[in-house]
């Protein structure tokens, strides 16, 4: 059942497809990166000069890029002058103009780029309402939604409260092209303010029956249309080697489990899986994990430093130069205004990023995917 839209997609959409893409036109990109083995980098943005450094980065590599805004990422991205209230109207409003800076741009670096949203919990939902609501608009103006996915994160709830929310909230965005990536399991260590560095190290492994389940429970609303992010010792932010070991073969022995409890004999990775927590991993890891049919790795810790790295770098470098608007090695009465100036040393913090994004393609084994 799962493959009819596959089948469709791959008939009908624009393979690799320029710009932003949605709906088809994504489903084919997945299983361009499935046949061809590589992930693409899901990198967390909060301000245009990060996402600008990411779609340089897709252009450079000649590869899809993935876009994501996350719930704390929405607040900054509308002023942190402005408050956030339970409504979530803010961060709504914060994550649509991320999205919107990604549409009139994108068509201007000749790759597919994918928009996303990252973690939602339960309590996060209005956040989630808003989003849906603007890609329901979106849709009816422009006849694809404003965002090509979204996350939903209730790994808290119970699974069968987790299934019940995804599958309602899936059917509603299915109707208009909109993907679905649901989690399972918890991701270990700290992001965004969502902290679960001291849960219980059983929860940060997956088995091959609970995928199963939300595979064919989320088929039967909508085939194709999500992903899964299940729990496979994969940890947020990087830190020292400890307890937790990144155990990918988890996401393979799913896959043969769905395959032999469905008969599916036409591929050997039925579902698509997700990586979260990928700062820190090796490249034989993540290579690893894109074996056993994950097709997006997110990016976060790894992007934060690169992008302090660049200026870090910068001041190091102009120290004498940046210490007044006037005066500097060259003498008491020279302006330093061009060295100040946000354009200067912003441009080191996204070059840093396209240089650490690089190798992020690298990993992901997609340098040059678009040309595959
Ligand atoms: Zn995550």
Redesign the pocket.
Known sequence: MARALKVEAAETATIMKAGVVTGKDFIAILEHAKANEYAIPAVNCTMSPVTNACLEAAKEANAPMMIQFSNGGGIYNIGKGIKNEADQKASIAGTIAGALHVRAVADFYGVPIILHT??CAKKLLPWFDGLVEANEDYFQKYGEPLFTSHMLDLSEESMEENLDICKTYLKRMAAIDCFLEMEIGI?GGE?DGVDNSDVDASELYSTPEEIYQVYTELNTVAPGMFSI?AAFGNV?GVYKPGNVKLTPEILGNAQKFICEKEGITDTTKPVYFVF??GSGSTREEIREAIGYGVIKM?IDTDTQWSFWDGVREYVANNEAYLQGQIGNPEGDDKPNKNKYDPRAWMRCAELATVKRLMIAYEDLNAVGACAK
């Open positions: 990252d973690h991701t992001e992010a947020h979260h927590g997110n």
